[in-house]
């Protein structure tokens, strides 16, 4: 009861701050009004994946010169487990698109109780709680040429073990190219993740596959590298835009064969648009679910309602093996004007 009081206040806040603070500040130019203290809020399961219901709420500010700062929380409930984070990074641009960034983060996950034996069901080498920082150099090559790479390092402890932890390091990269074709992109992603693996490492107290007789009595840990890869296709008009992405491995753990990700976007006018995405999973043979599949379907509106707000609004629903769930999402960000030069 306490968190949705703490979301209803929230939201409340995100929307009058527009007329409140207007009050207060002299009229500014939309570019002005960009820079200022920018308060984002999410409600329900506006991206597409598993999660069923969340929040967040983000801060950002970006009148520093070359300097783009952002912090914030939140909380979501997905179909296999609950997580709640903290985080905070910023961009340096140190060219007009080219940016280097920074990000840290505190991640705490808890795992849903199973209806049937009314305990937490997650698997041996699953993770509690996962501090994380993360680098990423963002450069535009050339007109039609861009490239990203990225670093993460993370220190997570175990949920069956949490006086155990791990490091855990992974790479990415992803190269765009424009066509000759005008309006048509294309991207080529790669990453590689070093981590646990859950099929030779052992968790203290847990019964694994390893493990002679009994329980394990103490943590050992196996390390393996995890590969991923998939490319995208995107084709951007006027009033619309099409991106369809194909990536094998996507989270990198080994769970699905390969994802299919889909989204349309038609722009009704400069100010509002509608975005529809389509999530389909394949499983992999290593997973519980081998050889199904899983699929999300999310349609989203959003609005630039006046110089301060912009909203958004949309629908989900979420198909996995065993279930379906429905669910909603409501969008709020709010330029304050605070702190213009």
Known sequence: ??????????????LTCRDALAANNPPAKQEQLDQSLRIDFWYGGWEADYTKTAYEMMFSYRNLGNLHLYAGFGDSKQIYYDRSKVYAGGYYFFQDSS????????????????????TVNPDSSSYHKEPKLEFELYHQFKENLRGRLSYEISRPTFFYDPNASVTNHKLGSELGIDTPIHGLHTKLYAAMLHDPDPNLTEIKGRNNSRTALGTATTTAVVYKNTFLYGGAVEYVRDMWEVEVKLLQNRDLDNSYNYSLLNKFIYRLDDKRYLQFDYLHDVFSNQSNYAGKTADVHLISYYQQYSQRLKFGFGAKRIAVPGRTDDTAFVFVQANTGLFLK
Request: glycine share 0%; charged share 20%; hydrophobic share 40%.
């Open 99 to 118: 940016y280097i960034k920074s990000f840290v983060s505190q991640k705490t996950y808890d795992y849903p109780v199973n209806p049937v034996t009314r």
């Open 1 to 14: 009861m306490k968190k949705c009081r703490f979301v209803f206040i929230a939201l409340l806040t995100a």
